[in-house]
C-alpha cells in the first residue's frame, strides 16, 4: 500500500506517519522510485502500536520509541518481558535528597518487605513509587500514604490476573507486546475507572446528586 492508505486504514495523518519514521517508531517502506514507497501490514501494525503508545497511552515518544525497540530485541520470555515492561515506563529523575525522601524510602523498603515481592532495586517503578511517596510527604498527604497497601493489594490482584493471560500468547514476540500495551494502556483503563468509581462514591459519601447524562 502507499502512505495515503496507509494514513487512510490506520486513522494517522501522514504528517504524524512521516514523523514517526523519522524518530523511528516505524520502519521506512520499501523504495519502489525515488520519491514512493511501498507499505505492508506490518506496517500498519507498527503504526498503530506507536498511535496507542503516543496517544492513547500518553508515553512521550523516546519512551514509546524504547518500548518498540524492546519488542523488537525479544530474547528468552523473562528477559523479554522485564526489557519490555522497563521500556515501558516514563522514569521520573530523583533530584532531592531530604527527609520525605529518607521517609519514601523506608515506607517502600517496608511495604516491600512485608509482601516479599521478587523486584530489581534499580527498576524504574520503584524510584516513580518512591519519589511519588516523597511528593505525597512533601505534602503533608499522609493520610494518602496510609493507604499503600490497599494500593499494593490492587495492584497485587491485577499482577494475578494480567500474567496468567500474557502467558497463553504462543510467542514470546507476543508476550512481550502484550506487556507493553497492557502496561501502558492497562495504566490508562485504570485511571479512567479510578475516576468513574470516585465519582460515583463521592456520591454516596457526600449525598450528592449526579448530574443527568446527555
Not at 525497540?69 to 522497563?86: E, F, P, S, T
Not at 511519588?132 to 499482577?159: F, I, K, N, S
Not at 504462543?170 to 507493553?180: F, Q, S, Y
Amino acid at each position: 500500500m502507499r502512505i495515503a492508505e496507509l494514513s487512510r486504514s490506520s486513522g494517522v495523518p501522514v504528517p504524524t506517519i512521516k514523523y514517526y519514521m523519522r524518530e523511528g517508531l516505524v520502519p521506512p517502506g520499501e523504495l519502489t522510485n525515488r520519491n514512493q514507497a511501498q507499505y505492508t501490514d506490518e506496517h500498519l501494525r507498527r503504526l498503530r502500536l506507536a498511535r496507542a503508545l503516543i496517544e492513547v497511552g500518553g508515553l512521550p515518544v523516546a519512551t514509546a520509541k524504547r518500548a518498540l525497540a524492546a519488542l523488537d530485541a525479544a530474547g528468552n520470555v523473562r528477559d523479554a518481558l522485564g526489557k519490555a515492561q522497563y521500556a515501558a515506563t516514563t522514569v521520573r529523575p530523583h533530584t532531592v535528597d531530604d527527609e520525605a525522601w529518607g521517609k519514601a524510602q523506608a515506607a517502600v523498603s517496608g511495604l516491600l518487605a512485608g509482601r516479599d515481592w521478587a523486584i530489581k532495586a534499580d527498576g524504574p517503578a520503584l524510584l516513580n513509587l518512591t519519589e511519588t511517596v516523597a511528593a505525597l510527604h512533601r505534602l503533608g498527604q499522609d493520610d494518602l500514604l496510609a493507604m499503600l497497601d490497599h494500593y499494593a493489594d490492587a495492584a497485587e490482584a491485577l499482577a494475578r490476573a494480567e500474567l496468567p493471560e500474557i502467558a497463553r500468547r504462543t510467542t514470546t514476540d507476543g508476550m512481550a507486546e502484550a506487556v507493553v500495551l497492557w502496561t501502558v494502556l492497562g495504566d490508562a483503563l485504570l485511571a479512567a475507572l479510578r475516576r468513574l468509581a470516585q465519582e460515583n462514591e463521592s456520591a454516596k459519601v457526600f449525598n450528592a446528586t449526579t448530574e443527568p447524562t446527555t
